[in-house]
């Protein structure tokens, strides 16, 4: 019998992600100890819980048996974790936000100072990630997430809806001269996905798209340059020097701003504390993000 919680834990991290390198990482652990882990593991039970191969680790029927314990285990201990944590009275202690880069940059980091002045107790670790943290997980305390909807079993804020539009470096837009809305013909959109479907709903879907860039930041610094026109939210483009809005381009509403948290800290003095003023500076600027 294994009795060492972090043993199993190796475990669950090979097992979502795939292979023994994958979980390493996702634990912050480098490989051998990752493959001692399993290892320990392993002898402890007698028996494989992975058969290994070219493809990555697949369960053996031992491995297949023993997941649906490990999970659990770990949903009881994160229960816990979540239910101690959310006692605390004093706003103080370790939060962790989750929030796309995007949104750590032009809302969180700016705001930041004011919410440690008025906090000083609480320590941010500002998880800046496009990936979308399972709080019932534990992988944050909150989340800032954008989406149309949210179907997690957690307590969430709609913020507000922003819009997108079109923006360009003005020497760009000197260049193609004039468009046209509907039309776009002679303009180049600086593309960001596999399909180009989405520029058929633009002001201009008969503009060309091109490239792929998947950072937002790097779709503007392109624009800015003068590959082509970026389609960003508007709160981004119009903070973004020696970019413009596109003439003729009329914004449109997009995506949902979330401030989400686990049901279990909804009651955390120092979750509170973060939620109320973040939701607070956001909706405050609400004209920065649906004009």
């Not at 285990?73 to 880069?101: K, T, W, Y």
């Not at 032009?106 to 100072?113: M, V």
Request: glycine share 8%; net charge neutral; hydrophobic share 45%.
């Amino acid at each position: 019998m294994i009795e060492n919680w972090d043993t199993y834990r190796v475990f669950l991290a090979c097992y979502r992600h795939g292979s023994l390198r994958g979980g390493a990482k996702a634990l912050g652990v480098n490989h051998a100890t990752a493959a001692r882990a399993l290892q320990t593991l392993e002898e402890g039970l007698g028996a494989k819980v992975f058969h290994r191969s070219v493809g990555g680790l697949q369960l053996s029927d031992t491995g297949r048996l023993l997941i649906q314990y490990v999970e659990e285990i770990e949903q009881q201990a994160q229960h816990i974790h979540r239910r101690v944590a959310g006692l605390d009275a004093q706003p103080s202690g370790l939060l962790r936000v989750s929030v796309p880069p995007a949104l750590a940059q032009s809302l969180i980091a700016p705001e930041l100072a004011i919410f440690a002045e008025r906090y000083p107790n609480i320590e941010v670790e500002l998880l800046a990630t496009n990936r979308v943290s399972n709080l019932l997980r534990s992988e944050a305390d909150v989340s800032l997430r954008v989406a149309r909807n949210v179907t997690d079993d957690v307590v969430g804020r709609r913020l507000l809806r922003y819009v997108t539009g079109a923006f360009a470096s003005p020497d760009y837009l000197q260049a193609v001269g004039p468009l046209q809305a509907g039309d776009g013909v002679g303009a180049q959109w600086i593309g960001w996905s596999s399909s180009h479907d989405w520029a058929l709903s633009t002001p201009f879907p008969k503009a060309a798209v091109r490239h792929r860039l998947m950072d937002i930041y790097a779709q503007m610094e392109a624009a800015k340059a003068g590959l082509g026109m970026a389609w960003v939210p508007c709160f981004l483009g119009d903070q973004f020097e020696g970019l413009v809005r596109v003439p003729g381009a009329v914004p449109v509403p997009d995506f949902s701003i979330w401030l989400l948290l686990h049901p279990d800290l909804r009651h955390s003095a120092r979750v509170r504390a973060f939620v109320d003023f973040f939701a607070e500076r956001i909706t405050q600027q609400q004209d920065r993000f649906t004009s």
